[in-house]
């Protein structure tokens, strides 16, 4: 009983913390992590993202390109890679880049999301000419491209410093950065699922580089595997940090580990009612962040939809030709259509905003499109 009494207080200070627009402190954020009735949970969550975004829900149009499969890590979490010369290999070649393209062209997209392995073989002006190659195909297409972890292998493969290698980059026509490779910021949990991988202070070091040459980029978290509470409030306070230093980041996307085919084949991954805490945690602690993404191809149509009303107001895109979710066991479709997304968003009490990867609101006459201002959250 004396227990009950003490979780009631705690979570009603917290919610007074909230409602007052304080921050949470790190134990907050593992007191509603390990204990917080997720109900309750999610209807706080709820009440900030109705303040920051009231009942719109974001979805893009966009296609996905993993231009090779061939990585020289090995993260143990990762189904997608592939050795230099086993069969699942591959390598897009530049008509195929340009096909892809095209095809995004003929979709309607206007984001095309380009992240991949690290190619034992491929230099630096392999990944520049991949950029460029969609950027002059297709001019009007946004491109978002490489994660931290890549601007770190480039910096590695030409000894130059970040700002040099995402300079080499936005000429080549880059428009921003997925937030993809934070995986745990912490040191001993990186150390058990992608050792090799850049760690959390040179991620952040890239995301602050990207971010003061204008740069927008996106921040995630890959949670469901080894990792505990500390660990995941842990890396949200160092996002936190970090967006309030550059306002860079636009949205965060809680990435839900899929165990199939992986190195961690024998775990049971994240389920449904994690997730929801996951997104709900994530609109409470990232109170500088405007958007809380519930990525659909991760976590299913149904529980991206449900997300809705627990924190998120973004459900990621059309995603034409994901890879990396579906090699490690997604049984979710490799694409929706945009009235497949309206109705999931109507249905879930929100009003659908097609917006680009800037989250400006697109505009459609027939096969054309023009964005509009920036909607700001409040
Ligand atoms: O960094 C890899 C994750 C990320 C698995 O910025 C896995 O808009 C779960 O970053 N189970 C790449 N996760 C994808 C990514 C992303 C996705 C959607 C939108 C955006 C955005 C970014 O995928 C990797 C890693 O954290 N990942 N394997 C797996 N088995
Ligand atoms: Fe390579 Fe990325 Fe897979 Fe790690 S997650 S093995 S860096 S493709």
């Not at 991954?269 to 945690?281: C, K, N, Q, S, V």
Request: with cysteine.
């Amino acid at each position: 009983m004396l227990a009950t009494v003490d979780c009631d207080s705690r979570m009603s200070d917290i919610t007074a913390k909230v409602v007052a627009g304080g921050r949470l402190t790190f134990d907050d954020g593992v007191y509603l992590d390990e204990h917080a009735d997720l109900m309750m949970l999610g209807r706080l969550a709820n009440l900030v993202r109705e303040q920051k975004n009231g009942r719109v829900a974001y979805y893009n149009t966009n296609v996905h390109l993993n231009p090779t499969n061939v990585c020289v890590y090995r993260c143990t979490f990762c189904a997608f890679r592939s050795d230099l010369k086993a069969d699942k290999a591959y390598v897009f070649s530049e008509p195929m880049i340009r096909e892809r393209a095209l095809e995004a062209q003929a979709h309607g997209a206007t984001e095309i999301h380009v992240v991949g392995g690290l190619h034992h073989l491929k230099k630096f002006d392999w990944y520049v000419d991949v950029v460029r190659t969609l950027h002059e195909t297709c001019p009007e297409i946004h491109i978002k491209a490489w994660t931290g972890v890549e601007i770190h292998w480039f910096s590695h493969l030409t000894k130059k410093p970040y700002d040099w290698v995402l300079r080499q980059m936005i000429d080549a026509g880059l428009g921003s950065l997925p937030g993809g490779g934070a995986e745990i910021f912490d040191e001993g949990v990186r150390a058990q699922i992608c050792e090799h991988k850049s760690d959390a202070s040179r991620w952040l070091d890239i995301h602050r580089t990207a971010h003061s040459l204008g740069l927008r980029s996106n921040a995630t978290m890959l949670y469901g595997h080894v990792e505990q509470a500390p660990h995941r409030v842990d890396h949200l306070c160092q996002l936190r940090g970090l967006q309030d230093e550059t306002g860079g980041f636009q949205t965060f996307i809680p990435l839900a580990f899929h165990p199939a085919n992986t190195g961690m084949s024998h775990l049971p991954g994240p389920t449904g009612l994690m997730d929801l805490r996951m997104i709900a945690l994530a609109r409470l602690m990232l109170d500088n962040f405007d958007h809380i993404k519930a990525y659909w191809i991760m976590l299913g149509e149904k529980t991206a939809q449900v997300a809705l009303g627990f924190g998120a107001d973004d459900i990621d895109g059309t995603v034409v030709h994901e890879l990396i979710y579906h090699d490690a066991g997604a049984k979710t479709p490799e694409g929706l259509t945009v009235s497949q997304l309206h109705s999931l968003i109507r249905e879930a009490g929100c009003e659908p905003v097609e917006r680009d990867t800037l989250y400006r609101r697109v505009l459609r006459d027939g096969a054309k499109w023009t964005v509009g201002d920036p909607m700001l959250a409040s």
